[in-house]
DNA sequence: TCGATTATCTCGATCGTCGAGACATTATCG
DNA sequence: CGATAATGTCTCGACGATCGAGATAATCGA
């Protein structure tokens, strides 16, 4: 692979940092809008994913989800529920959990929020081809996996060709 | 647009949020292999952006990066130099001016680390056509521009389009 | 030269996070 | 069935990152 080409691929890493930039912006803008702090952003999605799989967040499965100790969690779940955005629930059959549910108001907020992205992103992509749109998928994947082994500290990648054969 | 082809699009923008979670996992690690925050690492890595754009950020254009006042900016370029990853040069120019150097040290493991990311990422290109990393360039920028609206808080979007005449 | 402006730092206060441990509930086992 | 362990959450005290207000020092403009 010759200097120009790498440079081009250079390149598309860097659009990805710029990207990445760019959304963690968008969770920073809501978290100003409301009032809130990154953490707490970054609960409310882990909850409203949660209710979308149509499984609703103990106390204990947030904290796992946003990487935060029990004593923290309480904090976290002390300030989103003074603020009306969630309800702590105790679980009936095991007394011990306290189950989390999104109020109606902070769901809209959050679907008006991230929801509107994503219809504009879709929006964005209405000219693509489903050619072009399954390279775009099939990269995001490639990428999204070398990403991951970095992020788990797993270095370094299986050596690219998975299985293509037809090799020496 | 029928509902198969816009779900196969929404599935793009899920692939794009998990990516971007896992680009944060990378930082995230880094701070933690080093005993940083998240802060810290941002401003690392807006100091390395700018030597290697050839100029030496100052205190308070490092604040401005990062959004941060300038007594945090204090606190924080406190903490890396007392851990040696950067020095403080008062401009003799302008001796109010306190340019920011990185140290060796931190450059060698900010280079190694995203470094070897980029490495990884451009390596995992290797196969795909210049066709095909055209596709993907545009697909970036699209939607590097969505969401930079939305991050800024400009909604809506021009409504697609841009100029290919012909319409009415 | 002298006031206005700019760049950074100091100080005190606030808030998010944590470790240790308390408390209540449920599971296990003799 | 009763004692003990395991589990899930919460309370408390401490620490550290950030901030606003204001101090300090250097530069610029008239």
Redesign the interface.
Known sequence: ?DDE??R??????L??????V?????G??FAD?HGLNRTDVRALVAIMDAARRGEALTAGRLGEAVDLRSASVTALVDRLERVGHVRRVRDPEDRRRVGLEMSESAMAAGAEHFG???R?????????S?E??A???R???????????????E???PP??EGRGLEF
Chains 1, 2 share one sequence.
Do not use: F, I, K
Request: glycine share 8%.
């Open positions: 692979m080409a790498t081009a691929r250079q390149e598309l890493g659009l990805l940092r710029r990207l990445n760019e959304l963690d912006a968008v920073q803008r809008v509107g992205l994503a504009d992103l879709v929006g964005a992509m209405e000219d693509y489903d072009e749109l390279v775009v998928h990269w995001l994947e490639d990428m999204t996996a070398v990403v991951t082994r970095h992020a788990r500290g270095r370094p990648p690219t060709g």
